[in-house]
Structures are given as structure tokens and as C-alpha cells.
T-cell receptor
């Protein structure tokens, strides 16, 4: 079956540091890949997406590139802010149907 | 203006009780979902309805029964609550069941079973 593996958290960074959260996946076919963010006390929000190999999703300074050869979709941001503190989820969606498979989430804390 | 709303936001109850969580979306979407997030933040799909028809039914105890009176509502009823049911339950919606990403989640209902 499909699965998503994220780097273990929690991750703690200082403001303006570079962020990488690793995500790898296992799937049949050509899934779509997503990053979601969950701010404290809120529901998940779609952060960015990529639907085919070599696509780069970007939003709010975050980027992730769909790498089929390494089955990865790592999340990066060049300079994090305190307001980026949240839990980040990598997810994949199979080519047919609506089922989303989530990774286990990575807690990010950014200190001033 | 809330896209996906859930009630209640917090629910504290005793073991053995029966409770319901309600979800409504005003986006005109035709597909709705329930997800469970455990204490380690892991999210797992429970159910999905498309136009009031059940399309995803994961391995969930039959104490959990979803009900969709119309395509804008998907409620979750839980019988004989157990300690292990304590979690945050998220409702979500999307348009269609194909390539549309799941962009809209509710704020969650934190269920605590004592």
C-alpha cells in the first residue's frame, strides 16, 4: 500500500535559519504530493502541491520538488520566521480516487 | 464565512457514553471526510462520502457511524465511547474524488474520554 515517511521531529530552529523537512513516499503509479501545515489549535491547511515528476510546488516562501527517482518531496524554506512554528504534514494522493495518505507530521518550532 | 465548520470544538465525556460531532461545509463541495488525529499527530482517514454516498470506509470499529443528511453535512456518531477514542477529529471537504486536493479542513473537535 501507499505510505509516507517524514523526518522525525521536533525540529527547533532560530529565526532566519534554513529549513529542510524530509519526506519520502512509497506508492504505485504516479501520485500527487502535498505539504500541509497545522498551526496551533487549527485545522490543516494545504501549503503546496506537485502533481507530476520534477514539478516544484511553492507558497509563502516554502518549496518542494517532486523527485520520482528518489521518491522524495522534501520541504524547504530559506529563512524561517517565528510565525512558521507549526506541524507540517507530507501527504500523497493516489492517481485515482480521493484517499490521502499522510506522514506522521513534523513539529517545527522557530525561536526569535 | 467559515468554509468547513465543526461542532463542538471540545468534547469531554465518560466512557460508555454516546456522542455526535457535526460538520458542515458551505463551499458547495460534493465530497466530505472524517479524519482522526492521534496524540502523536498521526492523521488517518476514517470515512468519505460523495454526494451522500459512502465511498471510503476504513477499518474503524462499528461503534463509529457517519451520517450524511445532505452533501453539505457529514456527522459522526460514536457509540459506547472508549478511552482509546480520545483524539482530535477533523472534517474536510473537496470537490470531486479525482485530482482535486483536499484543501479545506475544519478546525477539529478534541474528544476526551474519561
Amino acid at each position: 500500500g501507499n505510505s509516507v515517511t517524514q523526518m522525525e521531529g521536533p525540529v527547533t530552529l532560530s529565526e532566519e535559519a534554513f529549513l529542510t523537512i524530509n519526506c519520502t513516499y512509497t506508492a504505485t503509479g504516479y501520485p500527487s504530493l502535498f505539504w500541509y501545515v497545522q498551526y496551533p489549535g487549527e485545522g490543516l491547511q494545504l501549503l503546496l502541491k506537485a502533481t507530476k515528476a520534477d514539478d516544484k510546488g511553492s507558497n509563502k516562501g516554502f518549496e518542494a520538488t517532486y523527485r520520482k527517482e528518489t521518491t522524495s518531496f522534501h520541504l524547504e524554506k530559506g529563512s524561517v520566521q517565528v510565525s512558521d512554528s507549526a506541524v507540517y504534514f507530507c501527504a500523497l494522493k493516489e492517481t485515482s480516487g480521493s484517499r490521502l495518505t499522510f506522514g506522521e507530521g513534523t513539529q517545527l518550532t522557530v525561536n526569535p | 464565512d467559515t468554509a468547513v465548520s465543526q461542532t463542538p470544538k471540545y468534547l469531554v465525556t465518560q466512557m460508555g457514553n454516546d456522542k455526535s460531532i457535526k460538520c458542515e461545509q458551505n463551499l458547495g463541495h460534493d465530497t466530505m471526510y472524517w479524519y482522526k488525529q492521534d496524540s502523536k499527530k498521526f492523521l488517518k482517514i476514517m470515512f468519505s462520502y460523495n454526494n451522500k454516498e459512502l465511498i471510503i470506509n476504513e477499518t474503524v470499529p462499528n461503534r463509529f457511524s457517519p451520517k450524511s443528511p445532505d452533501k453539505a453535512h457529514l456527522n459522526l456518531h460514536i457509540n459506547s465511547l472508549e478511552l482509546g477514542d480520545s483524539a482530535v477529529y477533523f472534517c474536510a471537504s473537496s470537490q470531486g474524488t479525482g485530482t482535486t486536493p483536499l484543501g479545506f479542513f475544519g478546525p477539529g473537535t478534541r474528544l476526551t474520554v474519561l
